[in-house]
């Protein structure tokens, strides 16, 4: 098969390693990609947003299959686009992919379904929403309605906070993902992600992890896109994921089928956990980065033959093989983030590194300057690890951190430490 991968994060990086070991892969073409990519895949120079340009480039090349790594590009329709002139596509419709890019949409199907979630409202006028947190009261959280690059959501403490929230949302801080704003009850647990891969009929769980939200040692600072993940999350039990494939992720696939616009591709579901109960905080509709990382570590080579069944409408006929082990993923960003950061730093000592089914360092926002690997990004590698316990998974996790010598970079210590 010829295989095309859209996206150029840590995340794709690893979608390609795994990738890359399927027999059944012949080519593999990446776009953008990054060096990291470049070791074992063609990078292609492609607008992965425009969907003439993808359909163009993938009939060009005789691809096969075409993985859509972020939302962005769900989000503008390129798998629509793609499905549409025929070719293979692991990757919802623009359509089901509203159940990332609106948060009121989520909350909707969640309703229809009976989908347990947190009580909600939506509004398009701030002064409504200001009465309604008056009335309501805090913790309360305060959502832009829209995609906001995991920077639209406060999770206020106090009324002044979520008043505030309101004002900067309607003021224009998100533009039209901002144009109507969700207020959530305040949700008390632990967080948990469960992956889901579904043909839009079936249903098919690929795996638990948990993100580090983070940015500091001890869950402190500012959030991130998420500075390391493990996986399994022994947080979510046999139990807890039977009772939400059962009463969310079944029922949510049959709601978006029973309106004509069957989800198909990966549902991450972000999960509160109290009680043994779980509750969803959000969908994405694609795979989550540096979950990921941890979730291909685990899956290796089959990680396609599972994305082309998904592709084809055949999960039914398939199953994910578990070994009974674990991963586990350490991000290396750039010093200052998730502030403003300097890029252009170089990263030495990557290429002594081992490179195998145990170790493993994905990049993310790396470039290549006078054949040295720069920083080019916040988030820049993804060092992982993979053990028969979780503790030899984050041992390798931090030996490779530990032989990477970069002074402007930093990472978190503690990945892992509630399961450890
Ligand atoms: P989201 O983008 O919806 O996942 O929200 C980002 C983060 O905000 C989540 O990972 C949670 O940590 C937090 N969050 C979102 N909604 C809630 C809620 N209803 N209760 C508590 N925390 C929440
Ligand atoms: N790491 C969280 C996400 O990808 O949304």
């Known amino acids: 098969m010829n295989i095309l991968i859209l996206g150029s994060g840590g995340r794709e990086h690893a979608l390609a390693w795994a990738i890359r070991q399927n027999p059944k892969c012949d080519r593999l073409i990446v776009a953008p990609g ?38 962005a590009p769900l989000a503008a329709g390129v798998a629509d686009a793609l499905r549409g002139a025929g070719l293979l596509v692991f990757g919802p419709s623009q359509a089901a992919a509203q159940l990332e890019a609106s948060k009121a949409f989520t909350k909707e199907v969640c309703d229809a379904c009976g989908a347990p979630t947190a009580a909600w409202a939506r509004f398009a006028d701030a002064q409504a929403a200001h009465e309604y947190i008056d009335a309501r009261g805090a913790p ?20 002044e906070q979520a008043h505030d929230a309101i004002d900067m949302i309607f003021g224009g801080a ?7 704003v969700v207020i959530e009850e305040f949700m008390d647990g632990e967080e948990a992600s469960f992956f889901v891969l579904s043909d839009g009929v079936n249903c098919l769980s690929i795996g638990t992890a948990q993100d580090h939200k983070r940015v500091g040692d001890g869950d402190t600072g500012p959030n991130t896109g998420g500075m390391g ?112 950061y300097q890029k252009g730093s170089e ?62 970079g930093f ?10």
């Not at 120079?45 to 340009?53: E, G």
């Not at 959502?143 to 403490?157: H, I, N, Q, R, Y």
């Not at 978190?412 to 430490?417: A, K, L, S, V």
């Open 34 to 71: 990054n060096p990291g990519m470049a070791a074992i895949a063609e990078c292609a120079d492609l607008d992965i947003l425009s969907r003439a340009a993808v359909c163009e480039f993938a009939q060009e090349n005789a691809i096969d299959l075409v993985v859509i790594g972020p939302e």
């Open 140 to 159: 309360i959280v305060v959502k832009a309605d829209g995609l906001a690059a995991g920077k639209g959501v406060v999770v206020a403490e106090t009324l």
């Open 174 to 180: 998100f533009g039209a993902a901002g144009a109507e």
């Open 229 to 340: 993940a493990y996986s399994p999350a022994p947080v979510l039990s046999e139990a807890i994921q039977a009772q939400v494939m059962e009463q969310m992720i079944r029922p949510t696939v049959a709601e978006m089928a029973r309106r004509g616009t069957p989800f198909q591709g990966v549902l991450f579901a972000g999960l509160m956990i109290k009680d043994g109960q779980a509750r969803l905080v959000e969908y994405n509709v694609r795979f989550g980065d540096p979950e990921c990382q941890v979730l291909m570590m685990r899956l290796g080579a089959q990680a396609l033959d599972l994305i082309h069944a998904c592709a084809e409408g055949r999960l039914d006929q398939i199953t994910a093989n578990w070994a009974e082990d674990h991963a586990l993923t350490v991000v290396m960003a750039a010093d200052g983030y998730p502030g403003s």
């Open 347 to 408: 990263i030495k000592g990557l290429s002594s590194l081992p490179e195998d089914s145990f170790n493993m360092v994905f990049h993310a926002g790396t470039g290549q300057k006078d054949g040295a690997i720069i920083a080019t990004g916040g988030r820049v590698l993804a060092a992982t690890g993979r053990g028969a316990t979780l503790a030899e998974a984050r041992d390798r996790a931090y030996g490779l951190v530990d032989a990477i010598d970069w002074p402007e």
């Open 411 to 420: 990472c978190r210590r503690d990945i892992g430490w509630r399961a450890l």
